[in-house]
């Protein structure tokens, strides 16, 4: 957030692999093309923090997927 890094993680990180996850996703329901399975989140929450550090209006969050790319957006 507005250039410091507060959650770094990667697939390899997961408790369950992917393929376990879109197995199991997959036998609740059926999965279409553009389907996103959310599997939580690493550490560095804002609520986490001492004291919290809560995105206010004006902040800048920049999200980075390896071999997709990233996308910014301003909180207002």
Do not use: C, H
């Not at 250039?3 to 992917?18: A, D, W, Y």
């Not at 690493?42 to 004291?51: E, L, N, T, Y």
């Amino acid at each position: 957030m507005n250039g410091e890094v507060r959650q770094n993680s990667s697939t390899n990180q997961l408790i369950f692999t992917v393929p376990k996850l879109i197995k199991y996703v997959s036998s609740l329901f059926t999965l279409l093309p553009g389907d996103i399975i959310l599997t939580g989140t690493p550490g560095g929450v804002a609520m986490g923090m001492k004291p919290p550090k809560y995105l206010k209006s004006g902040d800048t969050v920049a999200i980075d997927i390896e071999s997709i790319g990233t996308v910014t957006n301003k909180f207002i």
